[in-house]
Nanobody, 119 residues
Framework: VQLVESGGGLVQAGGSLRLSCTAS????????MGWYRQAPGKQREAVAT???????NYADSVKGRFTISRDNAQNTVALLMDSLKPEDTAVYYC??????????????WGQGTQVTVSS
């Protein structure tokens, strides 16, 4: 099983970016999917998560600016980031709780994608 992210890059403050992540491999089902980020010198933090049924949670710092969505049929999760700020600069990681069989669930992480917001 692997998670592959795309969509990072350099954007000016106030701009938008869309991150996408696709899970592939021997997947029985996927529970919660989410996006996390880690800025230089800081700990990794949760940005947004979405359950299989579509329940969303956001960090206070991104509420109203970021939108998480998923496609269960395609095993994908996306993060639309609007009104980006320099403090959003970080490496963004996709994560998912993946069942490889009915009884075995593991946490998987993507390789990370850099998002840089210039002031």
């Amino acid at each position: 099983v692997q998670l592959v992210e795309s969509g990072g890059g350099l954007v000016q403050a106030g701009g938008s970016l869309r991150l996408s992540c696709t899970a592939s491999g021997d997947i029985f089902s996927i529970n919660t999917m989410g996006w996390y980020r880690q800025a230089p010198g800081k700990q990794r933090e949760a940005v947004a998560t979405i359950s299989r049924s579509g329940i969303r949670n956001y960090a206070d710092s991104v509420k109203g600016r970021f939108t998480i969505s998923r496609d269960n049929a395609q095993n994908t999760v996306a993060l639309l980031m609007d009104s980006l700020k320099p403090e959003d600069t970080a490496v963004y990681y996709c994560a998912a709780e993946i069942l490889v069989s009915r009884n075995y669930e593991y946490d998987y992480w993507g390789q990370g994608t850099q998002v840089t917001v210039s002031s």
